[in-house]
T-cell receptor
Framework: GDSVTQMEGPVTLSEEAFLTINCTYT??????LFWYVQYPGEGLQLLLK?????DKGSNKGFEATYRKETTSFHLEKGSVQVSDSAVYFC???????????FGRGTSLIVHP | GAGVSQSPRYKVAKRGQDVALRCDPI?????LFWYQQALGQGPEFLTY????????KSGLPSDRFFAERPEGSVSTLKIQRTQQEDSAVYLC???????????FGPGTRLTVT
């Protein structure tokens, strides 16, 4: 079945550091890929998405590129802020499905 | 506008008690989803409604879990005879239609003692 693997957290960075959170997936079809963010005490929010190979999703300075050859969708940001501290979830959804498959989440802690 | 709301935010139940968790979706959203998120894990699908019809309940872990959405808006997830393994955060999400973006509520953290 489908699965999503994320790097273990927590990831701890200083403000303005470069961020990468790795995500790889296994899928039987040709899925859409997503990154969600969950701030403390809040629900998941869609951060960005990509629906086909080589698409780049971007939002709020975060980017991720759909790499079919490496089955990856790594999240990057050039300069993190304290306010980016949250848990980040990578997810996929097959084209014919309404059910996303989530990774385990990666906690990001940004220090001033 | 108002997002998805869930109540209660926290629930402590003794093993064997029944609990009811409520979800108020975004007005006008046809689709409603329930997920279970265990500690340190991503959300896992429980069940899906389109309006008042429960179209998919394949993720419900046992027959102790029951969900309803009688008027096609508010939904309730009921867990009977709670067990310790039911301890988790229960997330509700709604969307305009089934494959559109899902908007998540803050979740209900259930602790079974």
């Amino acid at each position: 079945g489908d699965s999503v693997t994320q790097m273990e957290g927590p990831v701890t960075l200083s403000e303005e550091a470069f961020l990468t959170i790795n995500c790889t997936y296994t899928a039987t079809g040709y899925p859409s890929l997503f990154w969600y963010v969950q701030y403390p005490g809040e629900g998941l929010q869609l951060l960005l998405k990509a629906t086909k190979a080589d698409d780049k999703g971007s939002n709020k300075g975060f980017e991720a590129t759909y790499r079919k050859e490496t089955t990856s969708f790594h999240l990057e940001k050039g300069s993190v802020q304290v306010s980016d501290s949250a848990v980040y979830f990578c997810a996929l959804r097959e084209g014919g499905s309404y059910i996303p498959t989530f990774g385990r989440g990666t906690s990001l802690i940004v220090h001033p | 506008g108002a997002g998805v709301s869930q109540s209660p935010r926290y629930k402590v139940a003794k093993r064997g008690q029944d609990v009811a968790l409520r979800c108020d979706p975004i007005s006008g959203h046809v689709s409603l989803f329930w997920y279970q998120q265990a500690l340190g894990q991503g959300p896992e699908f429980l069940t899906y409604f389109q309006n008042e019809a429960q179209l998919d309940k394949s993720g419900l872990p046992s027959d102790r879990f029951f969900a309803e959405r009688p008027e096609g808006s508010v939904s309730t997830l009921k867990i009977q005879r709670t067990q310790q393994e039911d301890s988790a955060v229960y997330l509700c999400a709604s969307s305009l239609r089934d494959r559109r973006e899902q908007y998540f509520g803050p979740g209900t953290r259930l602790t079974v003692t």
